[in-house]
């Protein structure tokens, strides 16, 4: 079965700091996709950015970027210029194409000190 | 666009009660998820609706929990009756489809709490 590990239950950061978000996982597929959401006290769930496994390149939007290490099964999620409003529970998740449900780690609470 | 709706956004019932949770889908979107999420935790798949089929529902209590979803739009969720270990918050999502490159789209949640 599948499982995904956030071994981090909270983190904190300076603001306009980097920080890196842990997750591994896993899995004997070969083929899956791999996400990373933001739940803010609000708790709507927005995802902030994916994964091909297939694709070797790491993928990457604006402030966020991920590092993606197959073998390894990691996918750690590194935000930049870290702002107050990145503060939320960050969940690390996985979506294999056979169950077309996401499998979810236990989340991150990322806190962020102006 | 809208995005998921869901309602209510809070309820609170004592034990042994009904409840229902209702999730309106982004428009053409065919597959849509309940998930159950307990405090601390990530969400959990409850139910997966292909258009009007139930395609996985193995993680459904099915003595007291009870979905359905006419006409492959709206979904309701039911629990009757509620238990003090059924306070979480429920989250519908929706999606184009089931393949790996169709995005999840997640609702607000309704906050149960059983007392």
């Known amino acids: 079965a599948q499982t995904v590990t956030q071994s981090q239950p909270e983190m904190s950061v300076q603001e306009a700091e980097t920080v890196t978000l842990s997750c591994t996982y896993d899995?004997?597929?070969?083929?899956?996709?791999l996400f990373w959401y933001k739940q803010p006290p609000s708790r709507q769930m927005i995802l902030v950015i994916r994964?091909?496994?297939?694709?070797?390149q790491n993928a990457t939007e604006n402030r966020f970027s991920v590092n993606f290490q197959k073998a390894a099964k990691s996918f750690s999620l590194k935000i930049s210029d870290s702002q107050l409003g990145d503060a939320a529970m960050y969940f690390c998740?996985?979506?294999?194409?056979?169950?077309?449900?996401?499998?979810f780690g236990q989340g991150t609470e990322l806190s962020v000190k102006p | 666009e809208a995005g998921v709706v869901q309602s209510p956004r809070y309820k609170i019932i004592e034990k042994k009660q009904p409840v229902a949770f209702w999730c309106n889908p982004i428009?053409?979107?065919?597959?849509l998820y309940w998930y159950l999420q307990n405090l601390g935790q990530g969400p959990e798949l409850l139910i997966r609706y292909e258009n009007e089929e139930a395609v996985d529902d193995s993680q459904l209590p099915k003595d007291r929990f009870s979905a359905e979803r006419l006409k492959g739009v709206d979904s309701t969720l039911k629990i009757q009756p509620a238990e003090l270990g059924d306070s979480a918050v429920y989250l519908c999502?929706?999606?184009?489809?089931?393949?790996?490159?169709?995005?999840?789209?997640f609702g607000p949640g309704t906050r149960l709490t059983v007392t």
């Open positions: 999502a929706s999606s184009l489809g089931r393949g790996l490159s169709y995005e999840q789209y």
């Open positions: 899995t004997s597929e070969s083929d899956y996709y």
């Open positions: 998740a996985y979506l294999a194409d056979q169950g077309g449900k996401l499998i």
């Open positions: 994964q091909e496994a297939y694709k070797q």
């Open positions: 428009s053409g979107h065919n597959t």
